[in-house]
């Protein structure tokens, strides 16, 4: 442990390192330093108000029905992810438009991964 007295010179000596009253106000190294200060802060603030791509790129990949469960598997591919939606009793069977408007408005409750693989078309 750090005696007081030397606990206080490392206190003094960072003070005095860190301490912009040596400098005189018009130097160089003061006006670098705000330059870097206001720069990031224009750019942040400038880019803030910018409008944003609100629309994402959302693809309906496969349907799925199960009629043992009378569950309806969609499966979508959202900017690369995927995701999945269960609709249990099939409400949506035959409104594929009408899910892909709520999948890109953000009001369909969508789960990570595919839950049902679709099968995809062999060549022969």
């Known amino acids: 442990m750090l005696s007081y007295n030397q606990r206080t010179c490392l206190t003094t000596s960072f003070r005095n390192y860190f301490s912009l009253a040596n400098l005189p106000s018009n130097s160089l190294y003061m006006k670098m330093k705000i330059t870097g200060l206001v720069i990031p802060i224009v750019l942040f603030v400038s880019t803030s108000f ?14 799925r029905a199960q009629k043992a469960t009378n569950t309806c598997h969609f499966n979508f591919t959202i900017d690369g992810a995927r995701y999945r939606y269960v609709d249990i009793g099939c409400k949506y069977s035959k409104k594929h438009d009408e899910v892909i408007k709520k999948a890109k408005e953000g009001t369909l409750a969508l789960a990570r991964d595919w839950k049902i693989e679709c099968g995809t078309k062999k060549e022969p």
Do not use: I, K, N, R
């Open 50 to 63: 910018l409008p944003g791509s609100d629309q994402a790129d959302v693809q309906l990949t496969c349907f």
